[in-house]
């Protein structure tokens, strides 16, 4: 279940990176070892995503997410709501958090993106490498836009036999909240590049089915919601796309144009262009709850 994955790099990637390291194996089922175990659990947006590569905690006093450029006093405000941004839902098999992508959780969410975009693309698994080289270059330069646009990541922990399972990484999704923040490849038919813009949804395979596509969707269009003054968000669907266009409609997402059929010529799906009007929210103040449940 995702929106059209729009990554702006060639698919030669000696046309645009001279790549030059190794990778290393990823593992995509992480933890909140700092999350106590107990009801209500809710984690903190400052909290850092535990790995073996990353096993030091962050002190609140620390930066949560650096764009590496100079920022005004508007944009810092922006960041700093960015980060204190968390969205969550109950389910019936457990509970789904969506906040801001950290510094560290950049490599999974490559290998989810890469994952996700191959096995749409129907790419050879000898090319994944390679793609993970390219949406890292992608994800990493996309953050400098910052607040212009941002990536979530969901968190999901079911419930067996009546005990909390573990906390994994669920699903992500990238978000353009003006034209600072526009993808600079976005598909055709290509929408407005001054309007919000939803993109790259992607979902572990293994949590699929259990509404977490659904979530991210919701908490997107939240954030949208006091991140934008414009009142409509857009997204692309592939006409092949049947259960993530299903879901869009429920989501009352309207479609705007669809492409020509002329683009199968060059080797691409048809695409819809799909637009929702949104209501405007204020930004909550920091005294308010950073985190909203339906």
């Known amino acids: 279940m995702a929106t059209t994955l729009s990554l702006s790099f060639s698919l030669d990637p000696q046309n645009r990176f001279n790549i030059t390291t190794t990778t290393t194996k990823t593992t995509r089922r992480f933890t909140f070892s700092s999350l106590p175990h107990r009801k209500p659990l809710i984690p903190n947006p400052h909290f850092k995503l535990s790995s073996s590569s990353h096993s030091q905690s962050q002190t609140l006093t620390e930066p949560i997410i650096q764009t590496g450029k100079f920022l005004t006093n508007d944009e810092l405000d922006k960041l700093q709501f960015l980060s204190s941004f968390l969205y969550s839902q109950q389910l019936e098999s457990g509970t789904v958090w969506v906040r801001v992508m950290r510094d560290n959780e950049v490599d999974p969410i490559v290998c989810l993106l890469a994952d996700s975009f191959s096995e749409s693309m129907m790419f050879p698994k000898g090319y994944i490498n390679v793609l993970r080289f390219l949406v ?21 922990r079911g419930v067996v036999d009546g005990e909390d399972g573990e906390m994994q990484l669920a ?65 692309h669907c592939r006409m092949i796309d049947e259960a993530p266009f299903n879901m869009y409609t429920k989501a ?7 492409d020509s059929i002329l683009v199968l010529l060059m080797l691409q799906r048809r695409k819809h262009l799909m637009c929702k009007k949104l209501p405007l929210i204020s930004p909550p103040s920091e005294t308010d709850v950073s985190w909203s449940d339906e």
């Open 252 to 258: 009352d997402y309207k479609i705007v144009t669809t």
């Open 136 to 156: 890292k270059r992608y994800l990493v330069d996309r953050r400098t836009s910052m607040p212009h646009m941002a990536t979530l990541v969901g968190f999901y």
């Open 171 to 235: 699903g992500t999704v990238e978000i353009s909240f003006d034209k600072n923040g526009a993808n600079a490849s976005i598909p055709s038919p290509t929408p407005p590049r001054d309007s919000p813009y939803i993109c790259n949804m992607a979902v572990d395979k293994s949590l699929r089915r259990r509404g977490i596509g659904w979530h991210l969707l919701k908490a997107s269009e939240e954030l949208i919601s006091q991140m934008s003054s414009l009142g409509e968000v857009y997204l």
